[in-house]
DNA sequence: GCGATCAGCT
DNA sequence: CACAGCTGATCGC
């Protein structure tokens, strides 16, 4: 749960992915994506009687994540004050004061978060230097050397603050299966059940939110089965999810929800409501997605648990491990990394502890001592950090 | 009637 | 296995 209060030290009059409070004052809104804890107070009377009479004020965000949130009648008051923005194109940005006319322009570049469909990070280019704003992230090792516009002049750009997803940043997390693997145990086990008979059916026991559709497009484009969903209108302009989902419910993937749902299950029942097909029963198991875990030297096991006769969990992540956590901020290593979340049972300390030695400041001061190994090292790092003409980022990031 | 908050549940 | 959000109770306007 997302505990940052909206504004960033170096941008105060923007505001993302809060919208109450302090945050009424905002010259720019900005959502990383459409999930309901990031939304607080976008639909408040206070926010909508501040963008009745501030005409220039705006809620700037993804083309999915424009498209999902005006889906909601809820959020359709902001049709004329949401701008989407292209993924991974630098656009520049007017922040003015409506009072005083005093403005302010700032380059915001979208780049993709993994998160769930439409999630992005923000990266704020102006006066006060780069600040690079990460929403809720899911990247795999590497794939932050692999976005060119955290790049320029072919290295990593001189990044003052990250503001980081820190959902598993706690060693005890240190290794979350990969997509990849979880996928594929998902996909094998729906496999070997739905290829029994008809009759045999897949409950996908998944969370009201955002975050599940490549696991749907995945199966169906596997299996070709489409997914039976509640509601699919968000998604009437993405064919590529679109085509893979249906509200028919004689298919063998179900995906749909009611508030008694485990209770419909012991019964043999699914949430919409079917219970045979042709008159025969259903043979039905569920899989519920959830967060595995491993420690650094733990042994990993099974993606796939099974937690009753016909019941399994599978391991799902929506964020980033402690390891990919790691991987991604010391190769931006930034100036400053904050924390957006802590994670229960640690402190903002524990977390910022964790932090630190991935930051830029750490590496300055040469330890007294460093093992003989590492000397001839050193030398080569000097020199990069010679090279590097006025920044002073030191190279063992 | 609506919103904010919290407990409980998943 | 810990994310995200629903439901229902309570309180205040």
């Not at 400041?361 to 003409?389: F, N």
Request: glycine residues 6%.
């Amino acid at each position: 749960m997302s505990s940052f209060q909206g504004q960033m030290e170096e941008y105060p009059t923007i505001s993302i992915d809060r919208f109450d409070r302090e945050n009424l004052k905002a010259r720019a809104y900005f959502l990383s994506h459409c999930h309901k804890d990031h939304m607080k107070g976008l639909r408040a009377p206070s926010l909508k009687r501040r963008l009745e009479c501030s005409l220039k004020v705006f809620l700037y965000c993804s083309p999915v994540t424009k498209e999902l949130l005006l889906t909601s009648p809820k959020y359709r008051f902001w049709e004329k004050r949401v701008k989407a923005i292209e993924i991974e194109t630098p656009t520049q940005i007017a922040l003015v004061d409506e009072a005083s006319g005093e403005k302010e322009e700032v380059v915001v570049t979208l780049l993709p978060a993994g998160h769930c469909p439409g999630s992005v990070m923000f990266l704020f280019q102006g006066s006060n230097g780069t600040v690079l704003y990460t929403g809720d992230f899911r990247l795999a090792k590497g794939e932050a050397s692999r976005m060119e516009l955290l790049h320029s002049g072919g290295r990593v750009k001189d990044i003052q603050s990250v503001y980081l997803d820190t959902t598993f940043c706690d060693p005890r997390f240190y290794q979350i299966p990969s997509r990849e693997e979880c996928l594929k145990g998902i996909l094998e086990l729906v496999r070997s059940w739905i290829t029994r008979s008809p009759h045999h059916v897949v409950w996908l026991n998944c969370k009201a939110a955002y975050g599940y559709e490549y696991l749907f497009t995945n199966l169906s484009e596997e299996l070709g089965v489409q997914v039976h969903v509640d509601k699919m209108d968000m998604f009437r302009n993405m064919p590529d999810i679109l085509h893979h989902l249906t509200t028919d419910r004689n298919t063998q993937v179900h995906a749909c929800r009611h508030p008694k749902a485990e209770e419909y299950f012991q019964w043999n029942k699914l949430p919409c409501g079917i219970t045979s097909k042709n008159k025969a029963m259903l043979h039905t198991i569920s899989i519920k997605p959830s967060t595995m875990w491993f420690g650094e030297r733990t042994r990993k096991t099974n993606v796939i648990a099974r937690t009753g006769e016909s019941s399994y969990r599978a391991c799902f992540s929506f964020h980033s491990s402690y390891s990919e956590i790691k991987d991604f901020l010391s190769y931006i290593c930034p100036v400053n990394a904050y924390p957006n979340v802590i994670p229960i049972g640690l402190t903002v300390d524990k977390v910022m502890e964790f932090l630190k030695p991935l930051c830029r400041s750490s590496q300055s001061a040469e330890p007294r001592y460093k093992p003989l190994g590492k000397l001839k090292r050193t030398r080569t790092i000097l020199l990069d950090s010679v090279l590097e003409a006025g920044n002073p980022r030191t190279k063992d990031c």
